[in-house]
């Protein structure tokens, strides 16, 4: 127990540590991507608008949802969402904690996309070059041009190899002008999404603090119940197959050997552990039944009553044990004692 | 206990040193970002001067919100400062005492940012081309104003077409450069001494005071943590029993459901202990249907 306890208070006292880490990887994960990512502008009219737009927004929702995804304790907030109520109430305030604390965690590699992709600046030059300010910035009276071929022209700024508006606007101010937007846009979103967080931690204190304690210690609580039942279980399910297996071993070893018609031999009594663990199997072709049995026909999850010990510790000799009947089923009106 | 105690000699030790440590992190993580960050000046008359004093500014501002979010001590301050009376007086020289040290750690990354933006002087020959006396230059002292805003205005760009071999913008790059780092220079001195002078003359004012803050203040700190840890301990037993009382009261219904004697409960084997009486595949379902549907009340009484 003191093992498991060590091991419930690291993963416990870890646990905001733990989902911290996740959320740095998962950030430098996104300014990794994002450098590796090889953004290839179309230079065409209407597609470079979606492009750009696209990239500077459909990554980000797919790092939210990752997020989520990648978060242990979203299947734990379904199921307390989700269970029947029966004798113990929902707390709406624990489940609203849970769902916050998640997304906030979840909004940061989103957050480090979407300043990344603003502060290079190339989403933004590729998504508004036509709508560049050709008058204040360029050549307006450049003649010839109808609306079409201008923006045509214009959306081949962002590809300077292909670029023939030299004369409309040169090419490297428009690109200056149309990055100085885009990296105001980003510090602005940097500066706003950091205050926010500011505001969003140093509110709390000032209005929520008892609740903010009382679901903090039952989001904490239905998580190390969770764990718990689950070790619990495991141990149940541990024992039960000891039993079973044990079980099935001297049901063999009897069955046989009253096939055979002889007394099944009884381990002398100073036969030591080893003959003991033998549980009456002593000869390849026994065991070799014994192996066959468990494949064709494995026993039932039924484990029967533990025998009273016997003078030489051999349990089950003799008669078969009662089957004790199968506890009733759904009619009885179950109730917990607890 | 001893366990209990060594946690306590470590967090003691270790809180001052966190938060330095996330202090010395911000401040590489500003140059990094600083060094990374592609700054380029939009080189157009009204745009200049917004574009280098933000990017001066906005982003010092920026890291003193991450330093004070990054911090611990400020949620506990915070909660220290508005927390209802009680039976516990409200020190206020304690709270002063952990709002300075938490600003003095914040203000470090920001600092930094200026300092090294200033250095560099990109920021500063951005903002402040369009404002130089164009009289002092020889390349421009013979244009109209308005050519010369925009030449003036096209000073921090170096490639471009007007300006790629024009010795008056490399003299005015320097001077601007010139006077960005002098600046730079002083504002680190002032800060460096400043820094000097409040931990050299701090023992000299009220030192008593200063050690009684301290101390509460790390106190404090150390409660909160403490708290946390037995909310943690306690929801961990409280579970524990929890389920054992359901395994208790599954085993019971059985008893009473099924006509077998009543095993004897002395002498039982290791494994029949684990197994709680629960021995049939269909125990096993109703007791995981039970779990799902019917969760025991929050009540180990």
Redesign the interface.
Known sequence: MDKFRMIFQFLQSNQESFMNGICGIMALASAQMYSAFDFNCPCLPHYNLAYGLGILLVPPFILFLLGFVLNNNISMLAEEWRRPQGQRGKDRAVLRYMFCSMAQRAMIAPVVWVSVTLLDGKCITCAFCTSVPVETLGNSSHPGLSQGEMKRVLARIPCKEIYDGQELIANEVAIRYLRCISQALGWCFVLLMTTLAFLVRSLRPCFTQAAFLKSRYWSHYIDIERKLFDETCAEHARSFAKVCIQQFFEGMSTDLAAARCHPPRKAPADAGEATEKLLGITDQGTMNMALKSWHRCKPPLHLHPPALPSGNGWAGEGQPPAHPPLPRRETAAYYSRV | MDRFRMIFQYFQSNSESVMNGICGLLALASIKIYTC??F?????PQ?NM??GL??MF??P??LF??G??LNRQ??VM??E???PQGHRKKDLAVIRYMCSSIMQRAMVAPVIWIVVALLDGKCLICAFSSSVDPEKFVGFANASLVQVQQLLAKVP?K???LMRNNTSRKAVSRYLRCWSQALGWTILLIFIVAAFLARWLRPCFDQATLLQARHWSNYIDIEQKIFE?T???H??L???K??L?????MR???KL????LP??EE???R??D???G???????N?L?K???????????S
């Open positions: 960050f592609d380029s000046c939009p080189c157009l745009y917004a574009y933000g990017i906005v982003p501002v920026t919100f991450c004070l979010i400020s949620l915070l909660e400062w508005k927390r760009c490639d471009d077409e840890e909310c943690c301990e929801s961990r409280f579970a524990h929890c389920i009382h359901f395994f208790e009261s019971q219904e059985i459901h099924s006509f077998s095993q004897e002498g039982v084997e494994e029949d684990l197994l709680r629960i021995r049939h595949q269909d125990q096993v109703k995981l039970m779990w799902y549907y019917e969760k025991p009340p929050l009540d180990v």
